[in-house]
């Protein structure tokens, strides 16, 4: 079938042979290769999705009402430090990996300009800089992005990796940004699931921004945050002259949440007591499975925060997937996420207690 736009094969289906090799451990795969939440939602989310914005037949707004978006913003000063956002430069997005994939085409990038990626990062930027047409540069740790550069991608705490960068380097990729003109659009997804000593920063930070806004976006999801992966519930805010053309062609292209889930999202941002929560029981488990990984002779980088562990066995990836696979444990190879992780594999702590208690088993040497 002729595809107009060539993209890279979807990069779990590679995994097929060894997922079906880590089911046949006596005990079950535990599987570690996807960042899938398995904790319950909280209950002040499924009551507002059940609640009376579940009987509203007619269409929802594409920017959400008004108390939605005024508490998205209320929950970026309380949770982040954040400077006070206009209600109106918040719009909520069905799910993040959307957002993350059409954003080039949404700002009107194509043909010679440059989406510049971190050296370790979420597969789907550079999907999205392929849908636009654009080309991708990975920049290195304090690299400048080069001249043409239209859009850079931040992401702290890091998928792969779990790094979570310091406010001088976020101040100076914003700075390295500006400099050439280019949007900074800051995947800040697991920002919520980090803690001292290794608090994360929004780029819409004053210590960060330098006091403006401008030219910069923070793209935050509630599927890792709450546990509403399946709601499908994320937003982007920041720059009001960013955020008003984005909604204008999302209105255009139909690109709605539900109401019912704009209702469960404005519980989800008023409540921080089931983030804290869960960003404990993330902090029990990435601690288990270190220790485990470690006894099991692996080398763990960075992962101070957010879903995952970084590890290396110091040899490919594909291999270290294979051994880890034949005790029932499912990882992804670093590989995924560029050629600087070639010898890495993720590894997710998303998994139940239960399953995570199997991991650690299986890893530690009797």
């Known amino acids: 079938m002729h595809r107009a736009i060539a993209l890279p094969d979807f990069p779990w289906d590679s995994l097929a042979g060894d997922k079906e090799l880590a089911a046949g451990h006596p005990d079950g795969i535990v599987d570690l290769s996807v960042g899938t939440p398995v904790d319950p939602v909280p209950a002040v989310v499924r009551a507002a999705l059940a609640g009376p914005a579940a009987d509203e037949p007619g269409y929802p707004t594409t ?66 800089a392929l ?26 705490p890091s998928n792969p990796t779990g790094r979570v960068l310091s406010a001088a380097a976020l101040r100076e990729a914003v700075d390295a940004a500006r400099a050439v003109g280019a949007t900074v659009a800051s995947d800040e997804c697991y920002l919520a699931l980090s803690a001292p000593p290794h608090r994360a920063t929004s780029v819409l930070h004053p210590e960060i921004s330098g006091g403006r806004i401008d030219g910069l976006l923070a793209v935050h999801s509630l599927s890792k945050s709450s546990n509403l992966a399946g709601y499908r519930a994320a937003f982007v805010a920041g720059d009001p002259s960013l955020i008003a053309p984005l909604l204008e062609v999302r209105k255009h292209a139909g690109m709605i949440v539900p109401r019912p889930v704009q209702a469960a999202m404005a519980a989800a941002v008023s409540d921080d007591a089931h983030v804290a929560a869960q960003t404990a029981v993330y902090d029990r488990r990435r601690a288990r499975l270190r220790t485990a990984l470690e006894a099991a002779g692996l080398r763990v980088d960075h992962s101070e925060a957010g879903l995952y562990l970084w590890a290396t066995a110091g040899r490919p990836s594909r291999l ?23 010898q890495h594999v993720r590894v997710a702590v998303t998994a139940s207690d239960e399953r995570i208690d199997a991991a650690v088993a299986r890893l530690t040497p009797a």
């Open 63 to 128: 920017h959400g009402p008004v108390e939605l978006r005024r508490a998205v913003a209320d929950s970026l000063v309380r949770r982040f430090g954040v400077a006070p956002i206009d209600p109106a430069a918040v719009l909520p997005t069905i799910g993040s990996k959307e957002l993350v994939a059409w954003l080039p085409t949404l700002l009107g990038l194509g043909r010679g300009d440059i989406v510049a990626v971190p050296e370790l990062a979420y597969p789907t930027y550079e999907v999205g």
């Open 131 to 156: 849908l636009a047409g654009a080309t991708v540069v990975r920049l290195a740790d304090g690299e400048a992005p080069p001249p043409g550069t239209r859009l850079v991608w931040l992401n702290s």
């Open 320 to 342: 270290t997937v294979r051994e880890l696979a034949t005790q029932g444990v499912l990882v992804a190879p670093g590989e995924f996420y560029g050629p600087a992780g070639a």
